[in-house]
T-cell receptor, first 113, second 111 residues
């Protein structure tokens, strides 16, 4: 299994500002995934983050808006840049262990006002 | 797009078995069936997964039809804490494939 810690758990931010979300895993993992869950919706993958390389973004998500860092095998950050109210969502990081199930953090609940 | 179809909502009486169906008629031979649940905006929680055979663990049982086009997640004795959104996901076995979440089934366990 894997234990994932996300910080902050929630935040209220002003539009036009940026927020960096941290994801710490208690074991080394090759890939980390970042998801967004808009209010009342299911999860949508933002990007896949590999250590030592650029993140791979899904359609509709761009690096300028959601820059990701992956400095080592246990840590990653997602930044939500130049925020607008439409960015109000829960952001979750996820890792996969032992080629089986994925583990998820508890999420960061972001409200943009 | 998600490759599965689930009913949007279901009710179940506390203490009874909850049977959650999932259709995945386009599943490929190398794709596994996974079930996750999300309790009130927490992160999704792994429940069970399988390829062909029925599977059981301490949380639930997974019944996969012989043609693999559908499956059923069974919670044998539902409790109020099992109230959640349940997601059925199919994905290839190899490491590194992300999970594609559909809308899921909102299960309400009633006292």
């Amino acid at each position: 299994s894997a234990v994932i810690s996300q910080k902050p758990s929630r935040d209220i931010c002003q539009r036009g500002t940026s927020l960096t979300i941290q994801c710490q895993v208690d074991s080394q993992v090759t890939m980390m995934f970042w998801y967004r869950q808009q209010p009342g919706q299911s999860l949508t993958l933002i990007a896949t983050a590999n250590q030592g390389s650029e993140a791979t973004y899904e359609s509709g998500f761009v690096i300028d808006k959601f820059p990701i860092s992956r400095p080592n095998l246990t840590f990653s950050t997602l930044t939500v840049s130049n925020m607008s109210p439409e960015d109000s969502s829960i952001y979750l990081c996820s890792v996969e262990v032992m080629n089986t199930e994925a583990f998820f953090g508890q999420g960061t609940r972001l409200t943009v006002v | 797009d998600a490759k599965t179809t689930q009913p949007p909502s279901m009710d179940c009486a506390e203490g009874r078995a909850a049977n959650l169906p999932c259709n995945h008629s386009t599943i490929s031979g190398n794709e596994y069936v996974y079930w996750y649940r999300q309790i009130h905006s927490q992160g999704p929680q792994y429940i069970i997964h399988g390829l062909k055979n029925n599977e059981t663990n301490e949380m639930a049982s997974l019944i996969i039809t012989e043609d693999r086009k559908s499956s059923t997640l069974i919670l044998p004795h539902a409790t109020l804490r099992d109230t959640a959104v349940y997601y059925c996901i199919v994905r290839p076995g190899p490491y590194g494939q992300n999970f594609v979440f559909g809308p899921g089934t909102r299960l309400s366990v009633l006292p």
